[in-house]
């Protein structure tokens, strides 16, 4: 089974809604170690998705990730902005002219989409960066794409894999950004961005379900 351009859409609005939903919990993991405004950023950044969509919602799939990803460039403040902005443009630039993706497609726009960060941040694994989540992720959607599996099959597979790279970051000492100036008091707390992209995952596969 492929991703068609009416589940990307649909995909977009439950983002929207949980970001919405998750925005005081964003907000409360952002306050103890960055700027308190994750959840705020999110949630105006999809808002503001959403207002775009009417505009490009019959066009291919690859300038609808085009236009998310330059919607949240320029309308979510932080370093979130620029990091999806980049996530979502990167695989867009890949998919011009397509009605919907394959497995393959799908892990390539990941693929792009998180090159994208490291490009834009310069993270390494174990920074407690969205970066820890998206690494792990990223081997189990390429596995899976190339073993055939269906696009619902590949995020069921991601999912757990996610789960467990989400909790892994709770222990680390932030490197990066905001939260690498606290130090070791940056220890025992759940990342931001690697939340909120976990929540891309989780509303990915209610979507395809």
Known sequence: MSMNKAQLIAWLGRLNEVYADKKEYLTELDAAIGDADHGINMNRGFGKVIEKLPTV?????????????????????????????????????????????????????????????????RPDLGDKTMYDLWAP???????????????????????????KALADTIPLQARKGRASYLGERSIGHQDPGATSSYYMLETLKEVLS
């Open 57 to 121: 919602e019959t066009k291919d799939i690859g300038t609808i990730l085009k236009t998310v990803g330059m919607t949240l460039m320029s309308s979510v403040g932080g370093a979130s902005g620029p990091l999806y902005g980049t996530f979502w443009m990167k695989g867009g630039m890949l998919m011009g002219g397509k009605e919907e993706l394959s497995p393959e497609d799908f892990a390539k726009v990941i693929e792009a989409g998180v090159e994208g960060i490291l490009q834009r941040g």
């Open 137 to 163: 992720v990223l081997e189990v959607i390429k596995e899976k794409a190339g073993n055939g599996d269906d696009v619902l099959a590949i995020v069921e597979a991601a999912l757990p894999v996610g789960e």
